[in-house]
């Protein structure tokens, strides 16, 4: 719910599975450094308060290198069982082995070549993904169809009722958005009010500058 509230606000972009980029992955190997930020994400009522709770990600980088330093020494990065082993960089440049287990978000541990050395990750099943950069809605859910860092699709959905009762939409251009009351209007040219402030398309102020409103 914290990522999609983040994605929706347009505090993060949206992001395949990664265990070097999702939110709740970090959240699990590294509770001290995000765990302030998720709670406060949770807890906010708009996209400004969501905004505010960034502040804490920053506070806690400290106690996020601590959590990093604590973790055995990095010897290389492999798949044990269903679990994800990979490299951490501490501040002080020193690396340091990381452990996720991929069933824990309804994934399987991929070791892939990237600039010649393996690569372990998390790979999200394909849903009905055609391919990356082709996202849809399913329902509420934002369904990202992107491929991660080590290469492969790994699509991530995102609920944007989670996004203080959002619906997804599909605007086009590759692209899917939440829009809602909170998040605003995204559609500029669907003819509906998607936010439900009485003003549609061009006439809402959310659409100041956006094709095709002047």
Not at 85 to 100: N, R
Not at 181 to 186: L, N, Q
Request: aromatic share 6%; charged share 25%.
């Amino acid at each position: 719910m914290a990522a999609t509230r983040e994605d929706a606000c347009g505090v993060e972009t949206w992001k395949a599975l990664d265990v070097e980029e999702s939110l709740g992955i970090y959240l699990s190997v590294t509770p001290g450094g995000f765990k302030r930020g998720v709670d406060c994400t949770l807890a906010a009522q708009n996209c400004q308060e969501v905004d505010a709770c960034t502040a804490f990600y920053l506070a806690d980088a400290d106690q996020l290198n601590e959590e990093v330093l604590l973790l055995p020494e990095y010897e290389m990065d492999y798949c044990e069982g269903n679990v994800a082993k990979y490299g951490a960089t501490a501040d002080d440049g020193s690396l340091h082995q990381q452990s996720y287990d991929c069933t824990l978000a309804g994934a399987t541990c991929i070791v892939t070549e990237v600039a010649g050395k393996p690569h372990a990750n998390c790979q999200a099943p394909p849903l009905q993904c055609k391919g990356p950069n082709l996202p849809y809605c399913d329902g509420t859910r934002a369904v990202v169809c992107e491929t991660n860092s080590a290469g492969v699709l790994s699509p991530w959905v995102y609920d944007c009722a989670d996004a203080f009762d959002s619906h997804c939409i599909d605007p086009g251009s590759r692209s899917i958005e939440c829009e809602g009351p909170a998040t605003g209007e995204r559609d500029c040219e669907d003819g509906i009010d998607g936010d439900g402030d009485g003003k549609v398309d061009c006439d809402d102020s959310n659409c100041l500058h956006h094709p095709p409103c002047p």
